[in-house]
């Protein structure tokens, strides 16, 4: 059976095989970019594994549609717990899968327990999990999804195989985007992204683009200029959190800049590549790795629900000391 999604052939033939042969670990640590296919290919192994057809997953049969309505039985997608305000996998839901899987498969050859993802698992959780992971029931294949795989527990980690994903090759989703009448540029836009390619796509391309503007322009600025960009864009749209953005956006640019500084090719945004001079000069290589820094823990305090202003006024402050 060939790879079934776009990229990473041979990451998705080696899971593929495992499972055939029956040698597949008991769990799977899917990691890499976000919106590279990861829990898609989660899912499409669940079906491939269950379904009855000769040609596998068939996506017609009862199996099959089962899972594609998300009724099958032995089919579980845990994710963050929506009764709570912070995106996290509640110790309850932890306790609910465990015991789900204590019971009797009902048709399946194979329960999947698809944990996306699976940086949303707190102490707590993964603690209560911790057992399970490293011993599931006979016949119960877990695959946790991240793309934060570095900010799991170690103890999370050491219990799973690690299965690495890597973003898409450019001509591959050029063409990809292509046979949808979408613009192959986007592929370069999204990093190898297919997942962000669609989201970039769907409007979130122009956005991007005035964010990127505003980012650039705000640096070296006087601070409240940088603090007019916080106060505007670290609020929450339609439960969206636009500070999030801000910091993908953010990220981005500071990539470019290291790629400039490395002299490398294969910038997101080549035209701001005077910018990302007068950056390289000031952030290489310190700066840089602290500014790192800033964005990951400025994402640890938005999961912990901290104001997106109030993180992104002190993201951009730490930028302008960098800057001066
Ligand atoms: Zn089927």
Known sequence: MSSPLLGNVRVQSRVIAALDSE??????????????????????????????????????????????AGSHPDLLIVGPDPSKATR??????????????QLQRHSARRRFVIIDPADALNEESANALLKTLEEPPQGTQFILVSARAA???????????????GP???????????????DPELAVMSGGSPGQALKLSQGEGESRRKLRDALVSAVGQPLHKAFALAEAE?????????AELVLDVFEELLRDTALVASGREGLVHPELRAHYEDWARILWPGGLGRMWGHVASARERLALNVNGRTVLEALLAQMNLEAR
Request: charged share 20%; aromatic share 8%.
């Open 23 to 68: 040698r597949a670990h008991h769990c799977y640590l899917f990691e890499g970019p976000s919106g590279v296919g990861k829990a898609t290919f989660a899912f499409w192994l669940a079906r491939y594994a269950n379904c009855a057809a000769p040609t596998r997953p068939c996506d017609q049969c009862p199996s099959c549609r089962q899972m594609l």
């Open 88 to 101: 996290v996998i509640s110790i309850d839901q932890a306790h609910r899968t465990i015991e789900a899987i």
């Open 151 to 165: 900010s799991l527990l170690q103890t999370i980690r050491s219990r799973s195989q690690r299965v690495r994903f």
């Open 168 to 182: 898409v090759p450019g001509a591959e989703l050029r063409g990809w985007l292509a046979a949808r009448g979408l």
């Open 234 to 242: 670290g609020k929450k749209e339609g439960g969206v959190n636009r």
